[in-house]
């Protein structure tokens, strides 16, 4: 992926991290079990976090060849997992 095209991705990505909730699918607010919601918010959360240490771990690897990947990637593998969990409550309740 071109260096640009990587920058709007995590454009978007910040979009998603300051509010996930505006990206839930309006189904989900159907589903009466608040375990059921929880569950498939964990598990959504850990899919994008991983998908996240992915990205990153590829960005940062010097064989990929990307310039300055601190300038794209504002964010540490760790970041999103500590945030995403603390909306948990607040998209879920």
Do not use: W
């Amino acid at each position: 992926m071109d260096g640009s095209s990587l920058k709007a991705a995590m454009v978007q990505f910040d979009r998603y991290l300051s509010s996930p909730d505006t990206f839930v699918m309006p189904q989900f607010n159907f589903l009466l079990s608040a375990a059921i919601k929880e569950q498939i918010f964990k598990q959504s959360t850990e899919l994008v976090c991983r998908a996240y240490g992915e990205v990153y771990t590829a960005v940062t690897n010097p064989a990929n060849g990307y310039r300055e990947p601190e300038n794209v990637l504002h964010r540490s593998p760790q970041q999103p997992q500590s945030v995403l969990p603390l909306l948990l409550p607040h998209c879920c309740g």
